[in-house]
């Protein structure tokens, strides 16, 4: 009896593994165009692997259900991080070209401060960030231990639940409204498995391309009408 228990008990804990789904409210200023976007965004994992999805198409606002912050719509961002081996596909566009892109990212050279606040409860402490042209600020708490948090982002000792860049170009932030952790036998699905991706520097390459061309188009005014040079990562330096 006392064997057979210990082999059910051997068996749920290895069925069963947890997972973390936080809310984020998200708000990007485009200040160059003076757009302010405001949605929701939703982050699933289990440590392991992990999707991040910024619901631009409002499908998920009216939800309630358990599991639909684990299913990314064809329309939205989706983020699918394999977090130990620091690699991110994701779904994104040129000029409404759309490319799947397999982001193989370097490690995050994160500093920790000791300054502190309170979200939703949680004791999180200051880690800033150079990444790819911009600077962040996030606040992450080792109360949840697992190295994730929302876009692209990993590598500290917990969850970041918030984060927020600013400068002279746009603003973004994006801070924790809801943390759930459960005890579930779902797996996270990566929807880029068959897909035909890039790589980061393939995307990048097209991307000055048609930033090339656009600026050397001008209207009837004799202004050019060039593409950004890039969103959270600065894809143009010069």
């Not at 684990?70 to 620091?86: D, G, R, V």
């Not at 797996?187 to 097209?206: A, C, E, R």
């Not at 050397?216 to 959270?232: E, F, P, V």
Request: proline share 3%; hydrophobic share 30%.
């Amino acid at each position: 009896m006392f064997k057979y228990i210990a082999l059910l008990i051997t068996f749920f804990s290895f069925a069963q593994n947890q997972q973390y789904h936080i809310v984020y409210d998200y708000t990007l200023n485009s200040k160059d165009i003076g757009l302010i976007t405001n949605l929701k965004s939703y982050l699933t994992g289990d440590g392991k692997t992990s999707i991040y999805e910024e619901d631009f198409m409002k499908s998920k606002s009216q939800t309630a259900a358990d599991n639909s912050f684990s299913i990314p719509t064809k329309n939205n961002p989706a983020f699918f991080k394999e977090i130990h081996s620091k690699i991110v596909t994701y779904n994104d566009h040129i000029q409404m070209k759309f490319f799947d892109v397999k982001d193989n990212l370097p490690s995050f050279d994160w500093e920790i401060t000791s300054e502190t606040k309170n979200i939703l409860g949680y004791t999180c402490q200051k880690a800033i960030l150079r990444f790819r042209g911009r600077d962040y600020t996030v606040y992450f708490t080792t109360d949840i231990p697992y190295s994730d948090g929302p876009w692209k982002f990993s590598g500290l000792p917990g969850m970041i639940l918030e984060a927020t860049s600013d400068d002279e170009a746009a603003a973004y932030s994006m801070i924790a409204e809801k943390v759930e952790l459960k005890e579930t036998t779902n797996s996270i699905q990566n929807p880029y498995l068959k897909s035909n991706s890039i790589t980061y520097q393939n995307y990048l390459d097209k991307y000055k391309v048609k930033y090339d061309e656009s600026r050397s188009r001008m209207d009837t005014n004799g202004y050019s009408r060039g593409m950004n040079k890039g969103a959270k990562e600065v894809y143009i330096t010069y």
